[in-house]
């Protein structure tokens, strides 16, 4: 682990950077924050029911889509993670962030 927590850790692996302060501004919260990614590691599921179910007393949020299919603006995480018209043409999205993020040094 590159950071001091695992909350961090997962914010930092889904920037496009290496830079810790970087990706905390950029994906932590903030009073402005109107969507959130919840993530919860969990070694069972029913420890992970009750982290969902705790998460709800704490965030006044309804959940997006019911089927977890990715809602995003296309405008921002292509300014987000730099990801060109060329690049575009060659794989979707989703797959260009992937491996942006998984191959960044």
Known sequence: MKTRTL?????LCLSPTNSISQSLS???LSPQVKNIVAVSLAESPEQLDSMVEE???KVQAEKADENNEFQYCKTSVCK???VTEGELSVDTLENTVVTKIATKV
């Not at 909350?7 to 914010?11: A, K, L, P, Q």
């Open 55 to 57: 998460l709800k007393t």
């Open 26 to 28: 950029t994906f932590g």
């Open 80 to 82: 987000v993670y730099s």
């Open 7 to 11: 909350n961090t850790e997962v914010i």
